[in-house]
Antibody
Framework: QVQLHESGPGLVKPSETLSLTCTVS????????WSWIRQPAGKGLEWIGR???????NHNPSLKGRVTMSLDTSKNQFSLRLSSVTAADTAMYYC?????????????WGQGTQVTVSS | EMVMTQSPTTLSVSPGERATLSCRAS??????LAWYQQKPGQAPRLLIY???TRDTGIPAKFSGSGSGTEFTLTISSLQSEDFAVYYC?????????FGQGTKVQIK
């Protein structure tokens, strides 16, 4: 059973960089593709980006190039960095596994970590 | 970006009854449509993908149908654990996008 767990600061100042890590257990990160999804309180879900087992990434163009994602196979972790954050980036952030390489279908989710952007 | 529109926003259903949720895509997504269930304080859970294929361990009371732009999630004989918010998501067009959700509440 794959399990994912997000970690990182719960409070980030405006204009700074949000950094989150997802630790995967029950499977190797090298064998799957991974995504980040966020959800503002009381609102819907937004896909942030995808990380391929090769280390290649793509991300939602709505985030205007502020997204960096990376893999650390030695720790079975992957990470998200979102730069120049504003209050609009306040949300619950989920790391998820993509069920298939060809499609963004999300079958395993972390429990989520709340990130608040505030001075 | 593909817009997914779910209706109704809120659905009030009595326990034991059936719920029918709709999802409409702004253009065809073929059958590349997934449904998720989210309970308060929890992460979403994948129910259905490919418009009608239940994920592993999902009971047969959840069924999906549709293709192109119109999709339906049907939940038969609702029990207390089924009252939640349901999201549809398309993965045919990049980037993947979600509907705004339908809250299924007890009538």
């Amino acid at each position: 059973q794959v399990q994912l767990h997000e970690s990182g600061p719960g409070l980030v100042k405006p204009s700074e960089t949000l950094s989150l890590t997802c630790t995967v257990s029950g499977g190797s990160i090298s064998n799957s593709f991974w995504s980040w999804i966020r959800q503002p309180a009381g609102k819907g879900l937004e896909w942030i980006g995808r990380l391929y087992s090769s280390g290649n990434t793509n991300h939602n163009p709505s985030l205007k190039g502020r997204v960096t994602m990376s893999l650390d196979t030695s720790k079975n972790q992957f990470s998200l960095r979102l730069s120049s954050v504003t209050a609009a980036d306040t949300a619950m952030y989920y790391c998820v596994r993509d069920k298939y390489s060809a499609w963004e279908i999300f079958d395993y989710w972390g429990q989520g970590t709340q990130v608040t952007v505030s001075s | 970006e593909m817009v997914m529109t779910q209706s109704p926003t809120t659905l009030s259903v009595s326990p034991g009854e059936r719920a029918t949720l709709s999802c409409r895509a702004s253009q065809s997504v073929s059958s590349d449509l997934a449904w998720y269930q989210q309970k308060p304080g929890q992460a979403p859970r994948l129910l259905i993908y490919g418009a009608s294929t239940r994920d592993t361990g999902i009971p047969a009371k959840f069924s999906g149908s549709g293709s192109g732009t119109e999709f339906t999630l049907t939940i038969s004989s609702l029990q207390s654990e089924d009252f939640a918010v349901y999201y549809c998501q398309q993965y045919n067009n990049w980037p993947p996008t979600f509907g705004q959700g339908t809250k299924v509440q007890i009538k």
